[in-house]
């Protein structure tokens, strides 16, 4: 129980409406554009994100028992300057994408690592600049190594392929081979397609326009729920 008790603590992460940003942030994260994907089908871009504070609550924050949240936004010079700075924001699918990757994990039997530039990918990140892909929404994940095996090999990446393709119809892997983009040869490359979430602190009565700005926090009504389960006690029992 001390993981699941762990998890949240001290970490209620504000939601953002991308709307609220300031010009820069809104210009880089694009809420609610259209992109055309490989098939020149349209997609729209999230509008709602987690705001990270800091490498130390990324770092802290859990989103499942085995995912801090710093894992899903690792990246390198390729992101954009000013999404490398504190805070930092994440679509709010992301919890979804790590609800699979902690299915997948079990089915792995091993640790799950996700690869620098394997998660979260702002539309702004040179990887995003070609078409439309979900890292874009926060629910695909390159995975580099799982427990003590680096994934470089067909027969690694079809393995775990498998696995992935088994936790769900919602699951898309890549095949392994050596065209970018349709296949991947050094990764697994899972994700869940393009997801919004629009998180339930969310109110959409105004979905045109930028929400009031009023701070709204995940995870409150987790916390309290948690609160309530504390043992009662029953002297008379
Ligand atoms: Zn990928």
Redesign the pocket.
Known sequence: MGTVDQRLDGAALKVVDAFDLDDELRTLLRPGDMVKDEQQRRHRLPRYFYEVPSHEAAMSIRVTPHFALNEFILVDLKEAPRLQQWPRYIPCAVRVLAFFLEQFRAGAGASVHIAVN?GYRSPGHKMSEKTA?P?MWGT???IYRIGTTILKTSEAIDKYNEIAEDLSEDVRV?PYGHVTGAN?DD?V?L?LGYITLIPREISEDRMEMPQENRPRFAFEERRQRKDRRQPVEHPGE
């Open positions: 394997g892909s890292h695909a994940a390159d890549l991947a990764h490359h994700d």
